[in-house]
């Protein structure tokens, strides 16, 4: 579906050569393999003559990719121990891998490498403190130089070197620098190095897509100035999907909800729990569009108040946009989700979610476009979940901690109260050196310690995932491996946001519910008989707990316990008859089964459950039941 939707965006955007075109491209790929580095060319025929450049040792990360004028590869690469490896091809054989700058120990992010009459290798590498400074070595006759300080010492983080040289033997290097509190471009060498146009021609991009090849694929060909441009595959992805989502003009829509109207017996609900109305009069369950202005209107006395608004941004890279959703956008990501649960919980409060997820940010680009935000909204809060993308590209820990406090604080000296959210896990499967790298965040305690630091609250993603059973196979997008799918979205980001934001909106709100009860007409039932069993339900007052997997049992008269499978078959296996079920959606009451008592039933004392248990959480946790009945029948 995604794959069917990116490349009718593409015809219709008109990024597809023509044959004859596709066929003057010349470029070479290089990626990371389970220790090795790959190497071959791109044509339209696809990738061939791969050769393995470094039979083991190299870091899962994307290499540094370059073309000589004669255009021909060379490559550096970093090692699992933090060593920058090089290698260059002659056009028949790879030259010997070797080590041209040993780690230090110090984390190191993705080298970068030019060659051109002269080869120059830049990088950043972690001083005191943590954040990075940037580096380089130079080959020359002698060979190569040992590390090169680009700048003076700083206490910034200095991160994303890229290395250029041009045909005369003149280098340049260019970096993110942050400034205060944005990042700003900083550089050394010869600027006439640095060729003016350093985007892939998107023909030959979208032959990079359509090879298959992974995300940490870097891609280098030579410009019409006879100088290298290279971009990573995940880059090239990231920027299409804007482009599409832009074309598109995707938005958010509400999610389908249905305002409580009954309280369970004995028990208040701590709102009013009734739809309101707009001011223009109009019944509405759901949030307006948050561009929308409620028409001015003279109401009569009797008419209940307009509901307060609250705005609330929702900041953050392609997760938070909705990327591995069903319709890969805002439509079925967290936000408008969200949206659903607040207004379903706290009526006549309307809230608004503004969706402000851009795929393929970086936090130091977020640090950049927080602020334009803020003042385009002026909303009450923020949600600020980056640093995926962080992940991938190896900026060190420090630096991402740096640049979500930075963040926080530009919110809040705006009034705007932020919200953080620790990283959600990668399929360990898929991106285990990403998965890890997440994790090793997670647990250095990165975002918590801004928490207990600066008071800034956060959402416990990561912890969310994880404790769900299988959570790659049942909460993660395969096709992308850093996305959540609409499980993931719906039934744990959006419920641990809302678990997060809840004290801040209204600390005395108690969840009441569901309610459930079980019937049948007689208690001693006979072989032969088939028997009715039917239901009654008083949904909750909160809308995470009416998302949910309803399981039903048997237990026998010997004590053993069986549970029906999603076909009503009783088996040992502990499965759930439904999955993802509203509850406030479902009918009041109405018939659960008809169970036929067989002639293998034997005689004695039986007992039917009904357990609601949160939707993909552990059956057996009863912490994480939301309703419960059970009944009891003799089979004579």
């Given at each position: 579906m995604k794959s069917n939707l990116f490349k009718i965006t593409a015809v219709l955007m008109g990024i597809f050569s023509s044959p004859a075109h596709a066929a003057s491209i010349h470029a070479w790929v290089a990626y990371p393999d389970g220790g090795k580095v790959v190497c071959g060319s791109l044509s339209p025929q696809g990738v061939q003559g791969l050769m393995v450049v470094a039979k083991d040792g190299a870091a899962d990360l994307p290499p540094g990719l370059t073309l000589g004028p004669d255009s021909l590869p060379s490559l550096v690469w970093l090692g699992e121990t933090g060593d920058i490896f090089f290698s260059a091809y002659n056009g028949t054989n790879w030259s010997p891998s070797r080590v041209i700058v040993p780690s230090f120990g110090n984390h190191r992010?993705?080298?970068?490498?030019?060659?051109?009459?002269?080869?120059?290798?830049?990088?950043?590498?972690?001083?005191?403190?943590?954040?990075?400074?940037?580096?380089?070595a130079v080959r020359t006759a002698e060979g190569w130089s040992g590390p090169r300080p680009a700048h003076e010492p700083n206490s910034v983080p200095d991160i994303l070197p890229t290395a250029f040289a041009s045909p005369e033997g003149k280098f340049a290097i260019v970096w993110k620098s942050l400034d205060g509190s944005n990042y700003v471009e900083k550089r050394i060498g010869d600027p006439a190095a640095v060729p003016r146009g350093s985007d892939l021609p998107d023909d030959l991009a979208e032959l990079a897509i359509g090879a298959g090849l992974p995300l940490e694929t870097a891609i280098a060909s030579l410009g019409d100035d006879g100088r290298a441009r290279l971009a990573y595959l995940k880059q090239i992805i990231d920027e299409r999907e804007r482009r599409a989502a832009l074309m598109l003009g995707l938005?958010?829509?509400?999610?389908?909800?249905?305002?409580?109207?009954?309280?369970?017996?004995?028990?208040?609900?701590?709102?009013?729990?009734?739809?309101?109305?707009?001011?223009?009069?109009?019944?509405?369950?759901?949030?307006?569009?948050?561009?929308?202005?409620?028409?001015?209107?003279?109401?009569?006395?009797?008419?209940?108040?307009?509901?307060?608004?609250?705005?609330?941004i929702a900041f953050g890279d392609s997760i938070t946009y909705g990327r591995g959703s069903s319709t890969n956008g805002p439509r079925t990501g967290y936000p408008v989700i969200l949206e659903g649960i607040l207004n379903y919980n706290f009526a006549p409060t309307r809230f608004h979610l503004i969706n402000e997820g851009l795929g393929g940010e970086q936090t130091d680009m977020g640090l950049g476009r927080i602020g334009g935000v803020l003042d385009s909204h002026h909303a009450d809060g923020i949600l600020i979940m980056e640093g995926t993308n962080d992940m991938f590209f190896n900026i060190s820990f420090e630096t991402v901690q740096e640049n979500l406090k930075q963040m926080a604080f530009r919110a809040k000296s705006r009034g705007v109260s932020p919200i953080l959210a620790t990283l959600i896990p990668t399929v360990p499967s898929l991106r285990p050196a990403q998965y890890q790298r997440t994790r090793n965040f997670y647990t250095g305690g990165y975002v918590q310690s801004l928490s207990r630091l600066y008071g800034i609250p956060y959402a416990d993603q990561w912890n969310a995932f994880c404790s769900i059973p299988y959570f790659a196979s049942v909460l993660m997008d395969w096709s992308t491996g850093n996305h959540p799918n609409d499980n993931g979205y719906r039934y744990v980001m959006s419920p641990e946001w809302y678990a997060t934001i809840t004290p801040y909106i209204n600390p005395s709100f108690r969840p009441v519910g569901p309610v459930l009860a079980l019937r049948e007409s007689v208690q001693a039932v006979t072989r032969g008989s088939i028997e009715d069993f039917g239901y009654s339900l008083v949904p909750s007052n909160d809308l995470v707990r009416n998302l949910v997997d309803c399981y039903v049992a048997l237990r026998h008269p010997d004590g053993r316990l069986l549970v029906f499978n999603s076909s009503w078959q009783l088996t040992s296996a502990v499965t759930p008859v439904l999955r993802g079920v509203v509850l406030s959606n479902v009918p009041r009451s109405g018939s659960l089964l008809e169970l036929p008592i067989t002639t293998n039933y034997s005689a004695g004392a039986y007992t039917l459950y009904l357990v609601m248990v949160r939707s993909f959480r552990n059956p057996l946790d009863t912490g994480s039941w939301t309703g419960y009945a059970d009944i009891h029948f003799t089979v004579q």
């Amino acid at each position: 579906m995604k794959s069917n939707l990116f490349k009718i965006t593409a015809v219709l955007m008109g990024i597809f050569s023509s044959p004859a075109h596709a066929a003057s491209i010349h470029a070479w790929v290089a990626y990371p393999d389970g220790g090795k580095v790959v190497c071959g060319s791109l044509s339209p025929q696809g990738v061939q003559g791969l050769m393995v450049v470094a039979k083991d040792g190299a870091a899962d990360l994307p290499p540094g990719l370059t073309l000589g004028p004669d255009s021909l590869p060379s490559l550096v690469w970093l090692g699992e121990t933090g060593d920058i490896f090089f290698s260059a091809y002659n056009g028949t054989n790879w030259s010997p891998s070797r080590v041209i700058v040993p780690s230090f120990g110090n984390h190191r992010g993705i080298p970068s490498l030019a060659v051109s009459g002269i080869a120059v290798v830049a990088w950043a590498e972690s001083g005191s403190g943590g954040f990075e400074d940037i580096f380089y070595a130079v080959r020359t006759a002698e060979g190569w130089s040992g590390p090169r300080p680009a700048h003076e010492p700083n206490s910034v983080p200095d991160i994303l070197p890229t290395a250029f040289a041009s045909p005369e033997g003149k280098f340049a290097i260019v970096w993110k620098s942050l400034d205060g509190s944005n990042y700003v471009e900083k550089r050394i060498g010869d600027p006439a190095a640095v060729p003016r146009g350093s985007d892939l021609p998107d023909d030959l991009a979208e032959l990079a897509i359509g090879a298959g090849l992974p995300l940490e694929t870097a891609i280098a060909s030579l410009g019409d100035d006879g100088r290298a441009r290279l971009a990573y595959l995940k880059q090239i992805i990231d920027e299409r999907e804007r482009r599409a989502a832009l074309m598109l003009g995707l938005s958010d829509t509400p999610f389908p909800t249905e305002t409580p109207t009954e309280t369970p017996t004995g028990a208040s609900p701590p709102l009013t729990m009734t739809p309101t109305e707009t001011p223009t009069g109009e019944p509405t369950t759901t949030a307006p569009p948050v561009t929308s202005t409620p028409a001015e209107t003279s109401l009569p006395a009797t008419a209940t108040p307009a509901p307060r608004h609250v705005y609330i941004i929702a900041f953050g890279d392609s997760i938070t946009y909705g990327r591995g959703s069903s319709t890969n956008g805002p439509r079925t990501g967290y936000p408008v989700i969200l949206e659903g649960i607040l207004n379903y919980n706290f009526a006549p409060t309307r809230f608004h979610l503004i969706n402000e997820g851009l795929g393929g940010e970086q936090t130091d680009m977020g640090l950049g476009r927080i602020g334009g935000v803020l003042d385009s909204h002026h909303a009450d809060g923020i949600l600020i979940m980056e640093g995926t993308n962080d992940m991938f590209f190896n900026i060190s820990f420090e630096t991402v901690q740096e640049n979500l406090k930075q963040m926080a604080f530009r919110a809040k000296s705006r009034g705007v109260s932020p919200i953080l959210a620790t990283l959600i896990p990668t399929v360990p499967s898929l991106r285990p050196a990403q998965y890890q790298r997440t994790r090793n965040f997670y647990t250095g305690g990165y975002v918590q310690s801004l928490s207990r630091l600066y008071g800034i609250p956060y959402a416990d993603q990561w912890n969310a995932f994880c404790s769900i059973p299988y959570f790659a196979s049942v909460l993660m997008d395969w096709s992308t491996g850093n996305h959540p799918n609409d499980n993931g979205y719906r039934y744990v980001m959006s419920p641990e946001w809302y678990a997060t934001i809840t004290p801040y909106i209204n600390p005395s709100f108690r969840p009441v519910g569901p309610v459930l009860a079980l019937r049948e007409s007689v208690q001693a039932v006979t072989r032969g008989s088939i028997e009715d069993f039917g239901y009654s339900l008083v949904p909750s007052n909160d809308l995470v707990r009416n998302l949910v997997d309803c399981y039903v049992a048997l237990r026998h008269p010997d004590g053993r316990l069986l549970v029906f499978n999603s076909s009503w078959q009783l088996t040992s296996a502990v499965t759930p008859v439904l999955r993802g079920v509203v509850l406030s959606n479902v009918p009041r009451s109405g018939s659960l089964l008809e169970l036929p008592i067989t002639t293998n039933y034997s005689a004695g004392a039986y007992t039917l459950y009904l357990v609601m248990v949160r939707s993909f959480r552990n059956p057996l946790d009863t912490g994480s039941w939301t309703g419960y009945a059970d009944i009891h029948f003799t089979v004579q």
